[in-house]
T-cell receptor
Framework: KAGVTQTPRYLIKTRGQQVTLSCSPISGHRSVSWYQQTPGQGLQFLFEYFSETQRNKGNFPGRFSGRQFSNSRSEMNVSTLELGDSALYLC???????????????FGNGTRLTVT | AQSVTQLGSHVSVSEGALVLLRCNYSSSVPPYLFWYVQYPNQGLQLLLKYTSAATLVKGINGFEAEFKKSETSFHLTKPSAHMSDAAEYFCAVFSGNTPLVFGKGTRLSVIA
C-alpha cells in the first residue's frame, strides 16, 4: 500500500507570494491533518479535514487555508508569504481522524518551504 | 487542554547503552499517548501507542514505554542503543475529539 505522498518536496518562494502544497493520503484514509514543523516551535497543528469538511483548526492566521477533495486528497494554501512561514509542512492521514487511538496518524515526508 | 513536555532536547548515548527519553503529559481526562520517530529528511513514523490496555507498551525496533499515571509520565526506553536509532523522537497526546499534540522533540545521538 502506498504511503502518504506530499508534493513538491522542496519549494522556494519570495515574501508576499502564495503557495499551494499537495497531499495524497493512504488509500482508504478519509482524514488528512496538516502540521507545521520549525526548529523553534516544533510541530504545530494547522487543520484537519475529514470527508471534505474541516473538523479542527489550529491557531494560525487566516493566510493559512486548506481543502479536501472527494478523493480525500488535500491541499493547503498559504497566501502573502512571510519569512516566518519557512518550515517543513507535514501532512498525515488516518482512517477516522486524529482523535482516535485506533487510527494513528501516518505521515508523509513533508514539503520544505523556504521563503526569501 | 492537553500537553506534553519532553525533558532534554538532546540526548547522547554510547552504542549498546540504555536509551531513556522522558515524556510527561498533562491531560484533564485519560489520555492516549504516542511516540513517533523522525529520521532526517523524512516524516514521522509511529513507534508505539498507549491506549489503556496495558501500562507497558512494546513498539517497533525494540523500543518500549511505560505509562505511569501517578507520575503523569510515558518515558521511552530501549535496553541497547544502535547507531540506526539516531533520530528525533516525539511524544504526543490526545484526549477526546482533539488533534494530536506533540512535544518539542528529543534528538538522540548514538556514539560508536
Amino acid at each position: 500500500k502506498a504511503g502518504v505522498t506530499q508534493t513538491p518536496r522542496y519549494l522556494i518562494k519570495t515574501r508576499g507570494q502564495q503557495v499551494t502544497l499537495s497531499c495524497s493520503p493512504i488509500s482508504g484514509h478519509r482524514s488528512v491533518s496538516w502540521y507545521q514543523q520549525t526548529p523553534g516551535q516544533g510541530l504545530q497543528f494547522l487543520f484537519e479535514y475529514f470527508s471534505e469538511t474541516q473538523r479542527n483548526k489550529g491557531n494560525f492566521p487566516g493566510r493559512f487555508s486548506g481543502r479536501q477533495f472527494s478523493n480525500s486528497r488535500s491541499e493547503m494554501n498559504v497566501s502573502t508569504l512571510e519569512l516566518g512561514d519557512s518550515a517543513l509542512y507535514l501532512c498525515a492521514s488516518s482512517l477516522t481522524g486524529s482523535g482516535s487511538y485506533n487510527s494513528p496518524l501516518h505521515f508523509g515526508n513533508g514539503t520544505r518551504l523556504t521563503v526569501t | 487542554a492537553q500537553s506534553v513536555t519532553q525533558l532534554g532536547s538532546h540526548v547522547s548515548v554510547s552504542e549498546g547503552a540504555l536509551v531513556l527519553l522522558r515524556c510527561n503529559y498533562s491531560s484533564s481526562v485519560p489520555p492516549y499517548l504516542f511516540w513517533y520517530v523522525q529520521y532526517p529528511n523524512q516524516g514521522l513514523q509511529l513507534l508505539l501507542k498507549y491506549t489503556s490496555a496495558a501500562t507497558l507498551v512494546k513498539g517497533i525496533n525494540g523500543f518500549e514505554a511505560e505509562f505511569k499515571k501517578s507520575e503523569t509520565s510515558f518515558h521511552l526506553t530501549k535496553p541497547s542503543a544502535h547507531m540506526s536509532d539516531a533520530a528525533e523522537y516525539f511524544c504526543a497526546v490526545f484526549s477526546g475529539n482533539t488533534p494530536l499534540v506533540f512535544g518539542k522533540g528529543t534528538r538522540l545521538s548514538v556514539i560508536a
